[in-house]
């Protein structure tokens, strides 16, 4: 038999497959079809919205409000509602508004650079342990444990004050510092997991086989396909962290000085709240959204990128 | 004890004349947001006591959805069942309250499935699992179900009932499980067993075990058996009539002789030419070009016909091969079927 | 002898207390296909892994055209590998979901870079894509897109990348739909023609393994209990495991009712962790003898038969009476 013939005979003529799509001509990846069912998610579009406008308040809040957010004038003490302070003012006579919207910066600031701190100490960790086991998963994963049996309020306490000695500094990187260093371990704890799944895939056997080395199998294998997970765990951890640094502002161990932040507002405005209710309230909603917003994010992307929900 | 037989027999539109099981033309859709798959797509079957019917197909041709649709165990939705009926003894069991239709399913018609270790609550032990059937279903007492639990294991051939009585799941292999879930299939005494690819998972020596002791329990109890594989090794040894199912409808139904003596339906006659055989050496395997289609996306007339060499222009265009009814107990779903029998 | 591709002596691999593999010898001839048969636990798939490298055996040696793979490391084992590739059971896990198919098959050059020149990687690539019978087209696509039956060429296409003499074939059909492996096994055929490969073909269904093997041996909780050309095992086979092996595989004839010796054996397969003493298999053998617990017995030419067989009493039996 010739090898034309040979060939011809277990060719698969160009006859309909498994179709699934219309479009089943276009090349598609995961990223590909997650981004087609989180386009149809009205969660997704309603939390990037609501995230895209949070960034935008934090990086350019003259955009929102002319009003200046120091000026303030004890006269105003906790009047109601007037002009442009849609919110009223606080016990020092400052727009809530102003403050609430500026205030998106410090609290997003520290949100972020947290998490990103958290994130690499996770991931190494996280992969370590996933990747190598043995001896070395072993001591990782008691570090995280370690760590994550240290209580959170009493090491941000420790931690705080040992990293604001300049009294100048606003605290934010303490903050930050602090917040990032403590909250790592479920994402370690996720990557972890995720690594041992994926390094027993028949796809890295095969590519071990092929003669592929532990940097080839990390980058091109084992991480792309272990990382998902991860990264709706850090945008959740996003949301967390927010919440945190209002948390910790609010217990006088955050920002300090004349900076601004949600918790700081929510931290002002508790002994106040008889009186005016609106100091509280807004910067809290504010608070509350944002939070909800990352985390139905992370929800939306974390489902439409499980290729076992297709 | 509840006399459940007695309740069982009499209700209203059953009929002592009746075929054990009748199948007519069933209609399951699956709604799902790709489109709606015809999973099952016009399908009549029928059972007699102490008969086996093999359902024979490949994955996705509808012969386990046609079996859940029996029981009545489809998750519903996405699955619809949209037209057709399940007669048993000449009760539609499709229009039976819940409550009925969860009596029969217990006492009357039982199912095995492939997996035995994802059908057996693992958190009880097996006499447990047995002796609850016994308790709930018989009323018995503790001990009693305990004693008819024994009794079970000992008839599939568990060695050492007594003692394994009190065993969990996991910790029977996997030839030992099958048959525990055999014996929980049969506790109440079913008229009609059905088994989805019982043995598929299975070694072929343990294979060999299983179908032995299912064709015992058959004869021992003059039960009915529906066997849904894919194997036509394991059919041409138990069953005594085929119905060969593709694409959601039954392609070809005739007695196991006929079937692999002489198919009457393109499908039937490429599979038997694609299965290398232990007995011979050397033959070519003919290939079925292609692949089965997505049950959304269904060809127009015949399913197989783009795959099918004898299809001519009838085949492309609607509507779909009529059941020809070639010959008592015969039937086939193609125009050409004279052509694929060589008459 | 240089006619022998792949060679293993006394492998054995212990795992802990498993013994998975214990004291097989195998010889593969250039162009030759022997297949591997037996149960669960018996071994074969350990034995897969052995031959291509995933496993390091505990003791024994793997001879590749005549080299020691046993003991070689970095560059060495790399360069080593590419005469011995394996064909996986499952294609839904053995391709990377997040790669392209031109990558995945692609990824034997990037690893062994000097074997093609990048310029003609992409082509090379679709030249596989062309000889496994898929179009050259879909190099872009990723395997989701493709059905079982297409995934399983995309991996055979990868095991062929390099030029491999031998490819190690484990249950390559084993989760295809029964029309779609004659379209693979086809396939592997018309490649060991084409391409002058010797397989390893590792399955549990004996009807496949009968129809592209030249030679079988049959595997029993770690050992080959027997082993010779098909129409020795399958037609005269020796060994009563072997035995009651073929006449537990249905054969899709229903004329041969009642004319099969059929023999049933009792129980299930011991743990490889606890393997009977003397014979492995005489706690199920129905023709076992009180030396039988005594002996291990092994794998040699016997009194009554023409082919190695481990059993003190080896005897052919024609199973279609």
Request: aromatic letters at 6%.
């Given at each position: 038999?010739?090898?034309?013939?040979?060939?011809?005979?277990?060719?698969?003529?160009?006859?309909?497959?498994?179709?699934?799509?219309?479009?089943?001509?276009?090349?598609?990846?995961?990223?590909?079809?997650?981004?087609?069912?989180?386009?149809?998610n009205?969660?997704?579009?309603?939390?990037?919205v609501?995230?895209?406008?949070?960034?935008?308040?934090?990086?350019?809040?003259?955009?929102?409000?002319?009003?200046?957010?120091?000026?303030?004038?004890?006269?105003?003490?906790?009047?109601?509602?007037?002009?442009?302070?849609?919110?009223?003012?606080?016990?020092?006579?400052?727009?809530?508004?102003?403050?609430?919207?500026?205030?998106?910066?410090?609290?997003?600031?520290?949100?972020?650079?947290?998490?990103?701190?958290?994130?690499?100490?996770?991931?190494?960790?996280?992969?370590?342990?996933?990747?190598?086991?043995?001896?070395?998963?072993?001591?990782?994963?008691?570090?995280?444990?370690?760590?994550?049996?240290?209580?959170?309020?009493?090491?941000?306490i420790?931690?705080?004050?040992?990293?604001?000695?300049?009294?100048?500094?606003?605290?934010?990187?303490?903050?930050?510092?602090?917040?990032?260093?403590?909250?790592?371990?479920?994402a370690?704890?996720?990557?972890?997991?995720?690594?041992?799944?994926a390094?027993?895939?028949?796809?890295?056997?095969?590519?071990?086989?092929?003669?592929?080395?532990?940097?080839?199998?990390?980058?091109?294998?084992?991480?792309?396909?272990?990382?998902?997970?991860?990264?709706?765990?850090?945008?959740?951890?996003?949301?967390?962290?927010?919440?945190?640094?209002?948390?910790?502002?609010?217990?006088?161990?955050?920002?300090?000085?004349?900076?601004?932040?949600?918790?700081i507002?929510?931290?002002?405005?508790?002994?106040?709240?008889?009186?005016?209710?609106?100091?509280?309230?807004?910067?809290?909603?504010?608070?509350?959204?944002?939070?909800l917003?990352?985390?139905?994010?992370g929800?939306?992307?974390?489902?439409?990128?499980d290729?076992?929900?297709? | 004890?509840?006399?459940?037989?007695?309740?069982?027999?009499?209700?209203?539109?059953?009929?002592?004349?009746?075929?054990?099981?009748?199948?007519?033309?069933?209609?399951?859709?699956?709604?799902?947001r790709?489109?709606?798959?015809?999973?099952?797509?016009?399908?009549?079957?029928?059972?007699?006591?102490?008969?086996?019917?093999?359902?024979?197909?490949?994955?996705?041709?509808?012969?386990?959805?046609?079996?859940?649709?029996?029981?009545?165990?489809?998750?519903?939705?996405?699955?619809?069942?949209?037209?057709?009926?399940?007669?048993?003894?000449?009760?539609?069991?499709?229009?039976?309250?819940?409550?009925?239709?969860?009596?029969v399913?217990?006492?009357?018609?039982?199912?095995?499935?492939?997996?035995?270790?994802?059908?057996?609550?693992?958190?009880?032990?097996?006499?447990?699992?047995?002796?609850?059937?016994?308790?709930?279903?018989?009323?018995?007492?503790?001990?009693?179900?305990?004693?008819?639990?024994?009794?079970?294991?000992?008839?599939?051939?568990?060695?050492a009932?007594?003692?394994?009585?009190?065993?969990?799941?996991?910790?029977?292999?996997?030839?030992?499980?099958q048959?525990?879930?055999?014996?929980?299939?049969?506790?109440?005494?079913?008229?009609?067993?059905?088994?989805?690819?019982?043995?598929?998972?299975?070694?072929?020596?343990?294979?060999?075990?299983?179908m032995?002791?299912?064709?015992?329990?058959?004869h021992?109890r003059?039960?009915?058996?529906?066997?849904?594989?894919?194997?036509?090794?394991?059919?041409?040894?138990?069953?005594?009539?085929?119905?060969?199912?593709?694409?959601?409808?039954?392609?070809?139904?005739?007695?196991?002789?006929?079937?692999?003596?002489?198919?009457a339906?393109?499908?039937?006659?490429?599979?038997?030419?694609?299965?290398?055989?232990?007995?011979?050496?050397?033959?070519?395997?003919?290939?079925?070009?292609?692949?089965?289609?997505?049950?959304?996306?269904?060809?127009?007339?015949?399913?197989?016909?783009?795959?099918?060499?004898?299809?001519?222009?009838?085949?492309?265009?609607?509507?779909?091969?009529?059941?020809?009814?070639?010959?008592?107990?015969?039937?086939?779903r193609?125009?050409?079927?004279?052509?694929?029998?060589?008459? | 002898?240089?006619?022998?591709?792949?060679?293993?002596?006394?492998?054995?691999?212990?795992?802990?207390?498993?013994?998975?593999?214990?004291?097989?010898?195998?010889?593969?001839?250039?162009?030759?296909?022997?297949?591997?048969?037996?149960?669960?636990?018996?071994?074969?798939?350990?034995?897969?892994?052995?031959?291509?490298?995933?496993?390091?055996?505990?003791?024994?040696?793997?001879?590749?055209?005549?080299?020691?793979?046993?003991?070689?490391?970095?560059?060495?084992?790399?360069?080593?590998?590419?005469?011995?590739?394996?064909?996986?059971?499952?294609?839904?896990?053995?391709?990377?979901?997040?790669?392209?198919?031109?990558?995945?098959?692609?990824?034997?050059?990037?690893?062994?870079?000097?074997?093609?020149?990048r310029?003609?990687?992409?082509?090379?690539?679709?030249?596989?894509?062309?000889?496994?019978?898929?179009?050259?087209?879909?190099?872009?696509?990723?395997?989701?897109?493709?059905?079982?039956?297409?995934?399983?060429?995309?991996?055979?296409?990868?095991?062929?990348?390099?030029?491999?003499?031998?490819?190690?074939?484990?249950?390559?059909?084993?989760?295809?739909?029964?029309?779609?492996?004659?379209?693979?096994?086809?396939?592997?055929?018309?490649?060991?023609?084409?391409?002058?490969?010797?397989?390893?073909?590792?399955?549990?269904?004996?009807?496949?393994?009968?129809?592209?093997?030249?030679?079988?041996?049959?595997?029993?909780?770690?050992?080959?209990?027997?082993?010779?050309?098909?129409?020795?095992?399958?037609?005269?086979?020796?060994?009563?495991?072997?035995?009651?092996?073929?006449?537990?595989?249905?054969?899709?004839?229903?004329?041969?009712?009642?004319?099969?010796?059929?023999?049933?054996?009792?129980?299930?397969?011991?743990?490889?962790?606890?393997?009977?003493?003397?014979?492995?298999?005489?706690?199920?053998?129905?023709?076992?003898?009180?030396?039988?617990?005594?002996?291990?017995?092994?794998?040699?030419?016997?009194?009554?038969?023409?082919?190695?067989?481990?059993?003190?009493?080896?005897?052919?039996?024609?199973?279609?009476?």
């Amino acid at each position: 038999m010739s090898e034309s013939q040979a060939r011809s005979m277990v060719t698969e003529p160009g006859l309909p497959g498994p179709a699934r799509h219309a479009d089943r001509g276009r090349t598609r990846s995961l990223a590909g079809d997650a981004w087609r069912d989180l386009r149809r998610n009205p969660i997704f579009w309603i939390a990037a919205v609501l995230v895209v406008v949070v960034l935008v308040m934090a990086a350019f809040p003259a955009l929102f409000t002319a009003a200046d957010p120091k000026s303030c004038a004890l006269s105003n003490k906790h009047l109601g509602a007037s002009g442009s302070a849609i919110f009223g003012y606080d016990f020092q006579g400052c727009d809530v508004y102003a403050r609430t919207i500026y205030g998106a910066r410090n609290s997003i600031e520290v949100g972020v650079f947290a998490t990103l701190i958290s994130g690499i100490i996770g991931l190494a960790f996280g992969l370590g342990a996933g990747y190598f086991g043995g001896w070395v998963d072993a001591v990782l994963s008691r570090v995280i444990d370690i760590v994550l049996g240290i209580p959170f309020l009493l090491a941000a306490i420790v931690l705080a004050k040992r990293l604001s000695h300049d009294p100048e500094s606003n605290g934010v990187l303490a903050v930050t510092i602090t917040l990032g260093v403590l909250g790592w371990t479920t994402a370690a704890r996720v990557m972890r997991s995720s690594v041992i799944a994926a390094k027993t895939q028949d796809y890295v056997a095969a590519a071990r086989m092929l003669g592929a080395g532990p940097a080839r199998l990390m980058m091109r294998h084992i991480l792309p396909n272990s990382v998902a997970s991860f990264i709706v765990v850090l945008t959740i951890l996003l949301g967390t962290n927010i919440a945190g640094e209002a948390t910790l502002s609010f217990l006088g161990i955050g920002l300090k000085g004349d900076a601004i932040s949600w918790g700081i507002a929510i931290n002002e405005a508790g002994p106040y709240v008889r009186t005016a209710a609106g100091p509280l309230v807004w910067p809290s909603v504010f608070l509350a959204v944002t939070v909800l917003a990352f985390i139905m994010l992370g929800d939306a992307i974390r489902d439409a990128f499980d290729p076992k929900l297709r | 004890m509840t006399d459940i037989h007695a309740e069982l027999d009499a209700i209203p539109g059953t009929d002592p004349y009746a075929p054990l099981l009748q199948v007519n033309d069933l209609h399951v859709e699956f709604r799902t947001r790709d489109g709606v798959a015809r999973a099952v797509n016009g399908v009549n079957l029928y059972l007699r006591p102490a008969e086996t019917l093999a359902i024979l197909g490949e994955s996705g041709c509808g012969k386990s959805v046609t079996a859940q649709a029996i029981m009545g165990i489809l998750d519903t939705p996405p699955a619809h069942v949209t037209r057709g009926e399940v007669r048993y003894r000449g009760v539609d069991l499709l229009r039976l309250p819940e409550r009925e239709r969860r009596k029969v399913r217990a006492n009357r018609i039982a199912m095995i499935f492939q997996d035995a270790l994802s059908a057996l609550n693992p958190v009880y032990s097996v006499g447990f699992q047995i002796g609850e059937l016994f308790r709930v279903h018989r009323g018995m007492s503790r001990a009693d179900a305990k004693r008819r639990s024994i009794e079970l294991l000992d008839q599939v051939r568990i060695p050492a009932a007594k003692d394994r009585i009190g065993d969990y799941p996991h910790q029977f292999s996997g030839g030992m499980r099958q048959r525990v879930m055999i014996a929980m299939a049969l506790a109440l005494d079913p008229e009609v067993l059905i088994a989805d690819e019982p043995t598929t998972a299975l070694d072929v020596t343990v294979q060999a075990q299983i179908m032995g002791l299912l064709r015992e329990l058959q004869h021992q109890r003059n039960m009915g058996l529906i066997l849904i594989t894919h194997d036509m090794g394991v059919v041409a040894d138990v069953a005594d009539r085929i119905s060969v199912m593709y694409a959601g409808k039954v392609v070809e139904e005739a007695p196991v002789y006929d079937i692999y003596g002489r198919p009457a339906h393109p499908y039937t006659k490429a599979l038997l030419e694609s299965i290398p055989r232990l007995d011979f050496k050397g033959q070519q395997l003919n290939v079925i070009r292609g692949l089965p289609p997505a049950l959304t996306d269904v060809p127009r007339g015949c399913a197989f016909n783009p795959r099918c060499g004898y299809a001519k222009e009838p085949c492309r265009r609607d509507p779909a091969p009529p059941a020809y009814n070639i010959a008592p107990g015969r039937t086939v779903r193609c125009h050409f079927w004279n052509e694929v029998a060589g008459v | 002898m240089t006619d022998v591709v792949l060679e293993t002596k006394g492998l054995v691999k212990h795992f802990k207390a498993v013994q998975a593999v214990d004291g097989v010898d195998v010889k593969l001839r250039r162009g030759e296909t022997l297949g591997i048969v037996g149960e669960s636990g018996c071994g074969k798939s350990t034995l897969a892994k052995l031959l291509v490298g995933l496993e390091k055996p505990t003791a024994g040696s793997i001879m590749v055209r005549g080299q020691e793979m046993t003991g070689l490391r970095g560059g060495d084992l790399r360069r080593a590998r590419r005469h011995i590739q394996m064909v996986m059971q499952d294609p839904y896990t053995s391709l990377n979901p997040r790669m392209t198919v031109g990558d995945i098959i692609g990824e034997p050059y990037e690893i062994h870079s000097d074997v093609v020149p990048r310029a003609n990687r992409a082509r090379a690539v679709q030249e596989l894509l062309e000889i496994v019978g898929l179009s050259p087209d879909h190099i872009n696509r990723y395997p989701h897109q493709f059905s079982g039956g297409q995934r399983q060429r995309i991996g055979i296409a990868r095991a062929l990348a390099l030029r491999p003499e031998i490819i190690v074939c484990d249950e390559p059909v084993s989760a295809l739909d029964v029309s779609i492996q004659a379209q693979v096994i086809n396939l592997l055929e018309s490649l060991q023609r084409e391409f002058g490969l010797s397989y390893i073909f590792i399955a549990h269904d004996l009807s496949v393994v009968r129809h592209i093997s030249n030679r079988v041996a049959v595997m029993y909780l770690g050992r080959i209990v027997e082993t010779g050309v098909d129409s020795q095992i399958y037609e005269r086979p020796t060994h009563p495991y072997t035995q009651a092996l073929l006449s537990a595989v249905p054969v899709p004839d229903p004329r041969l009712r009642g004319h099969r010796r059929q023999i049933v054996l009792e129980g299930d397969v011991p743990s490889p962790a606890d393997p009977p003493s003397g014979c492995r298999f005489h706690t199920r053998c129905f023709m076992a003898q009180p030396r039988c617990a005594e002996q291990d017995p092994i794998l040699a030419i016997r009194e009554r038969s023409d082919h190695p067989s481990a059993c003190h009493y080896a005897e052919p039996r024609y199973l279609m009476a």
